[in-house]
């Protein structure tokens, strides 16, 4: 049993983990990283991770441990449930991107029905019903999923070995906004971001698959890269068709072979948080760029500011595309 389990969070090691949920960290001496703590509020990064031992520790709240530990405190998951959530996915691939692509239309029907949802699209400046269409952006409200799918006959182990359904037999996203994500086979995954006080970023099990709606810009000869799928939204909306997303600051190697395919100029519009870990993995990344031979730039947004705040706020076209021609190498 202690070998299985140490197999397992080999497989999947924590800083992979937390990267692929939005966690932002940077780099700190030799062998640790640092950022916001996602198990508490916090303004000062105070949350280390070592991915030698593959272990954490947060100075704010003090809780510290494995990838298993960080399941148990964040998902709220007991142990035994912990390691059935990253138990291998064993469904097949045909067959899961269909049934994921029956969750995506049953959440967008879900999004008419809940007026709170619509209000945070708002909020978060996305409001072109079109755009929202096109996206297939729905809502999932919580206690709905679980009993339409078993209605359609779907097994709930093979719901549970998709994540669908958590180990407590509930649905796994609550009170999200949800957006498929595509490839040319159809729907890989789903991305919920919460609209309550729960953790902000939740996937799927599974990879996130390659940049967002790659399919439209693969032939641009400009490109604008922007970390979150709001940033992609709102840009979208204000006009700016040559947009894709890395949904998160980490760059797969999907994401870079699909960038570095073709000759083009990518402009790298992460961040500017407090502590710069935005601004840091876009030097990073314009470095691994120039170093395949394609042009990079980093468009810089007022501090403190992503593109969807920077819309939200008061932001519009023309001055994005200032910053645009602003933009430094």
Not at 111 to 126: K, Q
Not at 143 to 161: I, N
Not at 306 to 318: E, K, L, M, R, T
């Amino acid at each position: 049993m202690g070998e299985d389990i140490e197999r397992l969070k080999r497989r999947t090691p924590l800083l992979d983990y937390l990267r692929q949920h939005n966690w932002a960290g940077r780099p700190v001496g030799r062998f640790e990283y640092v950022g916001l703590c996602p198990l508490h509020k916090e303004s000062q990064p105070s949350f280390y991770v070592n991915p030698g031992k593959n272990v954490f520790y947060c100075h704010g709240c003090g809780q510290g441990g494995d990838l298993i530990r960080f399941l148990q405190l964040s998902r709220g998951l007991s142990f035994r449930q912990s390691l059935d959530s990253l138990d291998p996915e064993i469904v097949p691939e045909a067959d899961s991107s269909s049934l994921l692509e029956r969750v995506a239309a049953f959440y967008q029907q879900q999004l008419d029905l809940c007026p709170e949802a619509i209000r945070y699209l708002h909020r978060r400046g996305v409001h072109d019903p079109v755009l929202i269409r096109e996206l297939r952006v729905g809502y999932a409200p919580g206690g709905t999923l679980r009993q339409y799918l078993t209605a359609q006959g779907y097994r709930f182990d093979v719901l549970r070995k998709l994540g669908l359904i958590n180990a407590r037999g509930t649905d796994a996203f609550y009170q999200r906004i949800v957006f498929p994500l595509h490839r040319e086979k159809g729907v890989v995954n789903l991305y919920g971001r919460s609209i309550g006080s729960a953790f902000a970023h939740r996937f799927l099990p599974g990879g996130k698959g390659g940049l967002y709606a790659w399919e439209k810009v693969r032939n641009c000869s400009e490109v604008i890269l922007v970390e979150g799928l709001f940033d992609y939204a709102v840009l979208r909306q204000a006009g700016f068709h040559n947009v894709t997303c890395s949904l998160g600051t980490h760059i797969n190697a999907d994401q870079l072979r699909q960038l570095c395919k073709g000759k083009r100029t990518v402009y790298i519009t992460f961040d500017v948080d407090p502590n710069q870990s935005g601004q840091q993995a876009a030097e990073q990344l314009a470095r691994r760029l120039v170093a395949h031979g394609i042009s990079a730039c980093r468009v810089l947004l007022p501090e403190g500011h992503d593109p969807n705040s920077f819309f939200v706020q008061g932001g519009d076209a023309h001055q994005f595309q200032t910053l645009l021609e602003a933009a430094q190498p």
